[in-house]
């Protein structure tokens, strides 16, 4: 997200103090000055630039990206420059921010839009948004969240249910690689790695949000799911990083080559 964003964000859940030292970390990394900078915000800004070499190619062989939980696609922006030939799939189900992704991107011809929640099953769901922005979830605000961050449910609404590999048939990408799967869906991760099926397997890496201790939101998941399900599919964690004071935070994952069971070669 944009740096305004974030400092909302952090003004939001911490206050003013916080709020203030995030911003001149975020400023002096900008202008690569050494600052002390959160393990979470690290391993995302690692992770974004580095992507390419943890996948063992050049910037202009990464390809494809999978984004759930889109939100105003800040990402997008940042990636993009790093990642010149990359397209984009985005999945936002907030119909507080799917008109805007959609105006952000309208005359971008390599990101797509898909309106709706990714999850294991298909259908209709409830979606809980909060009094923080873009952390409303398919999973109600648990303890954690209201102890850590004031967070409280505004309000709710259905939302169209999708798995992760139906689009990506539907819409032909089914059978291509897919470099990075970026996953920031507020504690409903197993949902979304679960729905990836088989797609799964041509997926060369993952980023996605980590709970250590407890999740955030009712019913979430927990670092240990996640690991435990990424680890039999031949994935290694390559990059953690999490608040010291919870637990929470962004974890990468990259299976290496060797596992990776692609049949189709990749499309240029």
């Not at 203030?20 to 915000?41: E, S």
Request: charged share 25%; glycine share 8%; hydrophobic share 40%.
């Amino acid at each position: 997200m944009s740096l305004y964003e974030k400092f909302k964000t952090k003004l939001q859940r911490e206050g003013v103090a916080e709020a203030m030292r995030a911003a001149a970390r975020w400023l002096a990394r900008l202008a690569g000055i050494p600052y002390d900078v959160q393990p979470y915000d690290y391993i995302q800004a690692h992770a974004e630039r580095n992507l390419h070499r943890y996948l063992g190619c050049r910037r202009e062989d990464v390809h494809r990206f999978v984004i759930v939980g889109a939100h105003l696609g800040h990402e997008v922006s940042s990636m993009r420059r790093r990642y010149p030939r990359a397209e984009f799939k985005l999945f936002e189900a907030s119909p507080r921010y799917v008109q805007a992704l959609r105006e952000r991107f309208r005359f971008d011809g390599k990101v797509q839009i898909f309106d709706c929640a990714v999850s294991d099953v298909s259908g209709e769901a409830t979606f809980h948004e909060t009094n923080l922005e873009g952390s409303g979830s398919l999973l109600e605000v648990g303890d954690l969240a209201k102890e850590s961050y004031g967070m409280k449910q505004s309000e709710s609404y259905k939302v169209q249910l999708s798995r992760l590999d139906a689009p990506a048939a539907e819409n032909q990408y089914a059978d291509e690689i897919i470099d990075c799967l970026w996953v920031d869906v507020q504690g409903a991760e197993m949902q979304v790695l679960r729905s990836a099926g088989e797609l799964l397997n041509k997926v060369r890496s993952i980023f996605v949000e980590v709970s250590a201790y407890k999740p955030l939101y009712n019913g979430g998941a927990t670092f240990a799911e996640i690991m435990g399900f990424l680890g039999l599919r031949g994935y290694v964690l390559v990059g953690l990083g999490t608040d010291p004071s919870n637990g929470t935070g962004n974890a990468l994952y990259v299976r290496p080559a060797r596992t990776l069971f692609v049949d189709v070669p990749r499309q240029s």
